[in-house]
T-cell receptor, first 116, second 110 residues
């Protein structure tokens, strides 16, 4: 299994809703990432988990709450989002965080989020 | 000036043409990635390079570490190659953070 899966593919939510995005990989990778991508822009890193521990938080607002329950699963909990948070949310994984050949990131198909 | 610059920003080609997309970077890197993204879709990793050249099917990627430059070539282009091609570099840090270029929008007409 060489893919990263993400659910749901599309999500529409109101500003008062609580929802979660899910990402899963079964490649034995120990690093997982959340990215946010606005239209016609490159992805922006949000969070990095390494060995199920949060390694990087790129100053993301607290209305986004990541969780890594185990080495295969990464969640992003959403609460009180704003319309400007509408974007494609991409998950990625890599074997580790080390340099060079361990850095290759495999991306999921993304969740298209619309906040009304 | 961005740390990763791609050119051209937009590229239109006829089916069958040879295509080159360039990427220049200004920071020290441990690896360079070429990624493909179809409209509205997720990202596919095409290549990861730290030196030399890699080939996969009709795609070839090269990197010159001394000149801080990489190229992605597509031979015998096809309309299904139409996508955004993104260059991203992994720096010398330990956490594998990628710095992305702005992307090149490729359209191949039949």
């Amino acid at each position: 299994d060489t893919e990263v899966t993400q659910t749901p593919k599309h999500l529409v939510m109101g500003m008062t809703n609580k929802k979660s995005l899910k990402c899963e990989q079964h490649m034995g990778h120990r690093a997982m990432y959340w990215y946010k991508q606005k239209a016609k822009k490159p992805p922006e890193l949000m969070f990095v988990y390494s060995y199920e521990k949060l390694s990087i938080n790129e100053s993301v607002p607290s209305r986004f709450s990541p969780e890594c329950p185990n080495s295969s699963l990464l969640n992003l909990h959403l609460h009180a989002l704003q319309p400007e948070d509408s974007a494609l949310y991409l998950c990625a994984s890599s074997p580790g965080l080390a340099r060079s050949s361990y850095n290759e990131q495999f991306f999921g198909p993304g969740t298209r989020l619309t906040v009304l | 000036k961005n740390e990763v610059e791609q050119s051209p920003q937009n590229l239109t080609a006829q089916e069958g043409e040879f295509i080159t997309i360039n990427c220049s970077y200004s920071v020290g890197i441990s690896a360079l990635h070429w990624l493909q993204q179809h409209p509205g879709g997720g990202i596919v990793s095409l290549f990861m390079l730290s030196s030399g050249k890699k080939k996969h099917g009709r795609l070839i990627a090269t990197i010159n570490i001394q000149e801080k430059h990489s190229s992605l070539h597509i031979t015998a282009s096809h309309p299904r190659d139409s996508a955004v091609y993104i260059c991203a570099v992994a720096g010398g840090t330990s956490y594998g953070k990628l710095t992305f270029g702005q992307g090149t929008i490729l359209t191949v007409h039949p």
